[in-house]
């Protein structure tokens, strides 16, 4: 049987009854659609956090203070609510530890912030200037936090564009401008450049002087974390161990597990990141991959049912010499055509519906050439797989019992 007599018989056969191939088709369609859209989410949340972790700083390590714990009990308070890190603390690490090029104490809390009738609540953030580099801030306009200010406690604030926008409206030229944090009075000096990203983003904080914000806001010389900038990747599990020897000797902790602190390294927090977001493709994928198997139900019992109605069509090919082999690849194209069809709007369903959920919704969804592949290599094998059982049914027939079928 020559391949286009095989591509022309499936042709009349799908067509001769269009609404039942429509609905089998349309089956492909929404399991390969879902599947190329809820890996696209998936793929999109992982982008999102590596780029909101990449911003925080390059080869970043961060100390907190540790748990908190009572007298006497297990009772812990949570990482980062002790009053355990101080400047000397800091002033140490830059000092005594190898292979690091920039630390960044800071001191940060929420107030509400009021100017000129407006308010706003937001997060202010007590540092000194080597929090540009680690923590990779820019300035748009005006100046950030410099050691003058520093020495002197000086009640100026750099403000994120967010906070700009919220207290005198988007774009608003407040360089010189006053605003109340905790109804103490602080002037404008400079805004940092829009960096985007969720949750604590640094578009919606402002940056005082650290020394200001422990005497005038906080009335303590404790510190909320101390930022390190490494020297380069390949150092940061160096420098981690380094430090954590360093604060559990000048915190007289013997035990390391009884530590009063807590550090972390960027590359720790993108891996814990990347095997929460794989967990969620995967997820998302097996969600959608159901869809497809139902599909692949819908072809086998649409094949099965033509195999039926066929049956004495498929006794009298074989009377006129047709073999079960040319019986069983006219039923299995015609099962491959119907998923290669429906793999095709699938595929473009599922890529219309992620452009559709990044315009509107707060989700920035990311189609990969993967994902389509494998939607569309699963959905071939799903033709092959759930068209074998009705082809070789169709090529076991008896002719002479298929010829005296009603």
């Known amino acids: ?41 998936g793929q999109g949340a992982q982008n999102s956090i590596e780029s909101n972790i990449q911003a925080l700083g390059s080869n970043l390590i961060i100390v907190m203070p540790g748990m908190q714990r009572g007298v ?17 603390d ?34 202010v953030v ?13 300035v748009d306009t005006g100046a950030f936090v410099s050691e003058y200010n520093l020495k002197s406690m000086s009640k100026v604030a750099v403000l994120g564009p967010a906070v700009r926008d919220d207290l005198f409206g988007a774009g608003a030229d407040v ?18 450049k829009a960096k985007g990203g969720s949750g604590q983003s640094q578009d919606d904080m402002i940056f005082v002087p650290l020394t200001t914000a422990q005497k005038f806001l906080v009335g303590s010389e404790r510190l909320s974390t101390v930022s390190i900038q490494a020297v380069d990747q390949n150092s940061m599990t160096d420098v981690q161990a380094q430090i954590t020897a360093l604060l559990l000797a000048r915190h007289n902790i013997t035990d390391p597990t009884k530590a ?55 006794g009298l090919r074989k009377a006129i010499g047709a073999k079960n082999k040319d019986i069983s690849t006219q039923f299995l194209t015609e099962a491959i055509v119907l998923t290669f069809v429906g793999g095709v709007f699938g595929v473009l369903f599922g890529w219309g519906a992620s452009l ?34 009705p082809a070789r049914r169709a090529a076991g027939l008896n ?8």
């Open 1 to 41: 049987m020559k391949l286009t007599d095989v591509f022309q018989e499936t042709y009349s056969a799908l067509l001769s009854n269009k609404v039942r191939s429509g609905l089998t088709v349309l089956g492909i369609v929404i399991g390969i659609g879902s599947v190329i859209a809820m890996i696209s989410i």
């Open 72 to 88: 006497g009990t297990q009772i812990s308070s949570g990482k980062g609510s002790a009053v355990t890190l101080t400047n000397e």
């Open 175 to 192: 360089i010189g401008q006053i605003i109340k944090i905790n109804k103490i009075s602080f002037t404008i000096i400079g805004i940092t």
């Open 356 to 389: 559709l959920i990044t315009q509107f919704s707060t989700i920035t969804t990311q189609v990969s050439l993967s994902s389509v592949l494998l939607a569309f290599g699963v959905s071939a094998l799903i033709g092959i797989v759930f068209g074998y059982y």
């Open 260 to 314: 009063d602190f807590s550090t972390l390294n960027q590359a720790d927090i993108a891996a814990s990141a990347s095997s929460i977001t794989d967990t969620l493709k995967i997820l998302l994928g097996s969600i959608a991959g159901i869809s497809l198997l139902v599909g692949g139900i819908g072809i086998m019992n649409m094949m099965l049912t033509t195999v039926t109605e066929r049956t004495r069509e498929i």
């Open 399 to 406: 002719p002479i019992e298929a010829l005296r079928y009603e």
């Open 126 to 138: 007590g540092t000194t200037p080597s929090y540009l580099d680690v923590r990779n801030v820019q």
């Open 90 to 123: 800091a002033t140490a690490i830059e000092t005594q530890v190898s292979g690091i090029m920039a630390v960044a104490p800071d001191l940060s809390s929420r107030y509400q912030v009021t100017a000129k009738g407006a308010n706003t609540t937001t997060s």
